[in-house]
């Protein structure tokens, strides 16, 4: 066989296992993905972006929907009777009661193994589900073990209660202690506003105005509180900012000979439900769609320390939006769980905090500072939220206000390119009592174009006096997790996309080995997220659907990861692309696949056939930024 030329930024793969191309008719079928750096902002909210919302066309037969298409049966069956229950309004019910002829137009079973019959001793979906023959009788009557269910198992919990989430939807939702705090705030933008139009009306004395004559004080306090007024109202003044980031300058030196006031992360003087030693833990970043429950369980089997809901927007918590709320929802196998929010008003993640602190069960909160969509961004949330440093300061104290729980902070380098600016957050959050603070080492506008910055974490870290610092960006293998503890001194590393490409990262880690896992093991763990994924979305037609789009959504990671027997040399980097290469054994080769429909035909071997008209186009494909 002859030499391939091995070109810089391309894996080094062992010859015998090169090719020329991925495929002979390359180009003619769906686009081949080689993604690096730029194709992994949705990981970071692309599901908020609204970029391609006027395109005139969409690809594939779903309208753009990526596989999100609503599932809807020949016979629309009444759900309660479907679940083997009374329909309260029987004859006036507004779909069918004919068991018969449903089952009749209904798609053959994928199956006769069913997950949520085997945990629960029913199905939710009764005669719904894609795995009926699992538990129905010969007589045709659904099965129930009533000695399990009579045990009632909870594998899952949190989200909002029915009562919750009516006030939430009808604007009837109390919040005393939100509002309170918010009268609080009002008297500080009062005073800040008297402040500003003094500092004015002095500014103005002995000024004449191009007649010669003296300025009209009243005319310069009133324009003067105008504005103020407008731009304190969203605390975004320059002059706001400048203030704080003065008083956070004249913070007074710690003597580290003294005993301090707090003990680890948190303030010990605050009821917190849960205190958390945030040194040494590996963190699971919280990941919008692909960071959903089932893989989260995944990375806790390989180890994870700490894991994290996805990003939930305080907007949709706040109008009781059941998918937003479904983001908070933790396994009983997360013992270390957060949820992250983001907001671009004090009274929206105020209001929200208050309703998560009696709702939900969370070890911690995290304000998202560093998404860089720009729906998000350009709203005054994510990573502009620390251009607006006043806001941000209420934000963060309402939030230590309304939780009995750590909060924590997720933020970048800063907006531009080259600008390196968030360190001066540190002594703001020490000030504010935060528990934890986590950088990604890449600013707003570079998004993935180039590896993460850990000199600069590095400083950060430095920086920090009492706030556990961890740092984020590029770690794919126990090496690079070791060289950027080692050499920056964090506390922690939050990883994100190396978790998505090899979820067993956790274990090398924590074994300080390269696991060259085989193909078989590697399909092993799509068979346990796939059971997942019909646990938590359901086992019906549709919950199939939802669990085949997001198993495909991961696999636009998984299909990155080069077997380590392939390797030339040790370890595998982030920002090396794959060249073509086939792999040990069919199914390795499968897996290596950069073609979505490639993907499709993996989840065929595990969910069965998709639907006729299922097309997937992955969300992750290459998308720079400019700006």
């Not at 002979?24 to 769906?30: I, K, L, R």
């Not at 067993?504 to 390269?514: A, G, M, S, V």
Request: proline share 4%; hydrophobic share 35%.
């Amino acid at each position: 066989m002859a030499t391939i030329e091995k070109k810089p930024g391309v894996a080094p793969i062992k010859n015998e296992y090169r090719k020329e191309k991925w495929f002979d008719d390359e180009g003619n079928e769906d686009q081949v993905a080689n993604g690096v750096f730029g194709d992994d902002d949705g990981a970071e909210g692309e599901k908020f972006s609204k970029e391609k919302k006027f395109e005139k066309k969409n690809r594939g037969a779903n309208k753009g929907q990526r596989g999100k298409k609503r599932i809807v049966d020949e016979v629309m069956i009444c759900k309660l009777l479907a679940a083997g229950k009374e329909c309260a309004f029987g004859e006036k019910c507004r779909y069918s009661h004919d068991i018969k002829k449903y089952l009749d137009t209904k798609p053959a079973d994928l199956g006769d193994r069913c997950v949520q019959f085997e945990l629960f001793g029913r199905c939710r979906n009764g005669y719904k589900c894609r795995y009926l023959k699992a538990h129905l009788d010969d007589e045709g009557n659904l099965v129930v073990n009533e000695e399990l269910v009579k045990k009632n198992p909870v594998f899952t919990r949190n989200g909002i209660s029915a009562e919750t989430q009516k006030a939430l939807t009808k604007n009837k939702h109390s919040f005393p202690r939100a509002e309170e705090y918010m009268k609080e705030v009002q008297r500080e933008i009062a005073a800040e506003q008297a402040r500003q139009g003094k500092r004015k009306v002095d500014e103005v004395d002995g000024v004449e105005d191009k007649d010669g004559k003296p300025l009209d004080k009243s005319h310069a306090v009133g324009e003067t509180a105008e504005e103020a007024r407008e731009e304190l109202a969203e605390t975004q003044t320059s002059k706001s900012e400048e203030a704080t980031a003065a008083a956070a300058a004249d913070l007074p030196e710690i003597d580290m000979n003294v005993e301090p006031t707090k003990i680890g992360p948190v303030d010990t003087e605050r009821g917190y439900k849960k205190l958390i030693d945030f040194s040494n833990k590996t963190y699971l970043a919280p990941l919008t769609t692909v960071g959903n429950l089932p893989f989260r369980r995944i990375c806790k089997e390989f180890g994870v320390d700490i894991t994290c809901g996805e990003m939930a927007l305080c907007r949709n918590l706040l109008q009781g939006q059941q998918s937003e709320w479904a983001l908070t929802k933790r396994h009983a196998s997360e013992d270390i769980f957060g949820i992250q929010i983001c907001g671009s008003k004090v009274e929206q993640v105020v209001k929200a905090c208050e309703v998560i602190n009696t709702e939900i069960d969370v070890d911690f909160v995290d304000l998202n500072m560093g998404c860089p969509i720009d729906l998000i961004f350009n709203s005054g949330a994510g990573s502009a939220l620390p251009e607006s440093k006043g806001k941000m300061t209420k934000m963060l104290r309402g939030m230590r206000r309304m939780l009995d729980v750590p909060v924590t902070v997720k933020f970048r380098t800063g907006v531009k390119q080259n600008v390196l600016t968030n360190h001066k957050l540190i002594p703001i959050f020490e000030d504010l009592g935060i528990s934890l603070g986590t950088i990604h080492g890449r600013s707003r506008q570079q998004r993935y174009q180039k590896l993460a910055d850990w000199s600069y974490i590095r400083e950060v870290k430095q920086l920090a006096k009492t706030m556990p610092i961890y740092g984020n960006g590029d770690v794919l293998s126990y090496e690079d997790y070791n060289k950027h503890k080692e050499e920056t001194g964090v506390d922690g590393i939050m990883i994100g996309r190396g978790a998505l490409i090899k979820p067993w990262l956790f274990d090398e880690i924590k074994t300080q080995r390269h696991w060259d896992i085989s193909s078989r093991e590697r399909f092993d763990i799509l068979k346990r997220f796939c059971d997942y994924g019909l646990e938590h979305w359901g086992s019906d037609s549709q919950g199939v659907n939802t669990t085949r789009r997001f198993l495909l959504e991961w696999q636009s990671f998984l299909y990155r990861y080069i077997p380590v027997g392939l390797l030339e040399v040790l370890p595998q980097h982030i920002n090396e692309r794959a060249p073509p290469f086939v792999g040990r054994d069919e199914l390795e080769t499968l897996m290596a696949s950069p073609r979505a429909s490639d993907w499709i035909k993996l989840s065929e071997r595990l969910l069965g056939p998709a639907p006729e008209d299922f097309v997937f186009v992955p969300k992750h494909k290459a998308n720079s930024f400019e700006g």
